[in-house]
């Protein structure tokens, strides 16, 4: 497009959200067309901009992907392979067992064997298991007869039987657990126990015991309860115990049946052992990736030139200035279901992040929640809802719990689900606090719905156990060492205040906000706020590189959901700030300039509580002002 059609198409837009340093009393310029506003020479330019505009009535590009528990996705043929090997003991069930002693049908066996899980809940092994089989017979002569004859109590002869064999199948393997509970998610501490069924179908290669031979060959079909105790949650080794039968064709024990009497249908080895599964591969090689359904929605931008101009007659020598500060999110939250995203939730993102309190939940029937928390019973099953938000700048009634995500440099937000804690702070506050269940695990910080389903690298991240006072002026200094400097020296001349400092000059610097903050910087702001012309805000969201999905396209769904998150923090930031009279109109950028790579921070620390991985779950607002020489 030629450069005067595309200047004449948007300045339109600019002039509208142009303003310039006159006297509040003072009426904008209105312009009957382009051409005259350009033509108008009574105002001197002091700032152009050109950059991305995001249409407030069209909703913004969205990637996201929502993960299902029960779903997972299938790994590639060399994972999620396992070997095994048993020892244990068994009774032959033959046609003369009545004959003897029950002792006198024991056997010792023992099995080795490698395997795969196609999913969760599926797999298959082979198995080799090789053993010997002890009873009892009536023929005096061959069928696998040895040593001297014995008697029953009604006279009739028998002897020991004794046939020595090898069996190797192929049994389908069921995870009970799993199929019934849904995969619990790679380094769970959950299913540490689980329940197997293995039904197959095998060989038995008979080798007879001394001069007697039978069958050679013949069919086995196999039938296993199994239960396996696992003592990690990486679950890379479990003990197993195992119930087990064997099933043959009758003539097992050569026993075919006569003209005056018939075999039995079947015979069979029926025992238990003891033994242990190993898991191979690398780290993770036998977990899978919970199933993903991606989303998105139209986004619409467009390129404008912003334009700021002050009318001759009134100018003033100005500055142009820029302030940034930082806005801190726990981890999977980005308030994109919350307010001022949604205009009529009960929670407010920014409220929370600078006084909620933990998942800003209650349990909706406070009396069962006391039964359940007094007798010592899971509360998961109990139903909860969202507690409404109430605004940082005014005196709180509960005080004696730590509020606000990244305020506090000693008391994290995660709070404790003891009972007496639980119920000293029913009494105080008149409900009793809920953590998040997902159906597998808790949270004990605030997450938006689409990522409740997610699976963490451990347990101990789903609760909040550090706090270094990012989103406070008194983490200002660990802010401008780790996010504002290279090699010790600043990278830009910004002014950097916190978000404690911004949300005070917004809302007042009075009641629980007023102990996070500074009183210089927020007058400050209040000034700019109050004096100064917002040229132009500046945005961009930041999500870590930690991600726990193992499955197809494990790299790209990641980046899929971390952007999301992203972009989903910027835009709250972006719409509590337009809800401000003074920066209403003001045009806005995002990621146009990234101030990171992607909106990605790269981090290597497993756990979601370090200082690196909270400093990487941040917004970056960059506020471009002008304001006249004579304000400090």
Known sequence: MHFHKFYRRLFAAAVTAAVWLA???SAAQKYNNIDDALADTTYTEVYRGTHQYVAPTVTE???????????????KFSKNWFVFATGGAHTFIGDYMGCGKFSGTLSPDWSVGIGKWFTPGVGLKVEFIKSDSKGYTEYLTGHYGYGDILFRADGTPYRKMKTRWWDISLDVILNLTRLYHGYEGYGSRKAMNQFLLNLGIGGVHHMGYGKSHGSDNELSFHAELQYSRFFTPAKRFSLDFKVRGLFYQTNFDLEYGQANHAASKFDANVGVDVGFTWYLGKKRAHGWGHGTTKLYQRDYREEKVVVVRERDAEAKP?????????????NNYSGRNDAPQIADAPVNALDYLAGGIYTQKRFRSSSDAEGRIGAGISTNSLPYDDVKTEVASKDFEVTDVPRGYEMSTTEP?????????????ALESGY????????KHQWHYRIDDATKGQQLISDANYKETNTFGLNAHAGLPIVIERMESKDGKPVNN???VSFADVYAALNGNTGYIKQYTDAATVARIKDILDNGTIALIQFEGLATSQDNYTGENAEQIGKDRNNALSENRARTVLTWLQKHPNMAEV???????PFFANGIKPVNDPSTRGLDAKLGRSVKVKIHYLIPENNK
């Open 61 to 75: 590009v969205v990637r996201d992907s929502v993960f299902d528990p029960t779903r997972v996705v299938t790994n």
């Open 23 to 25: 006297p509040a009393e």
């Open 494 to 496: 910004d002014e950097i």
């Open 318 to 330: 100005v500055q142009y200035k820029t302030l940034s500060f930082y806005v801190f999110y726990p």
């Open 432 to 439: 009793y606090y809920a953590p998040i269940w997902d159906g």
């Open 413 to 425: 937000m995660s709070l404790s689900l003891k009972p007496a804690d639980m119920t000293h702070f």
């Open 587 to 593: 045009h806005h950028l995002t990621s146009n300039e």
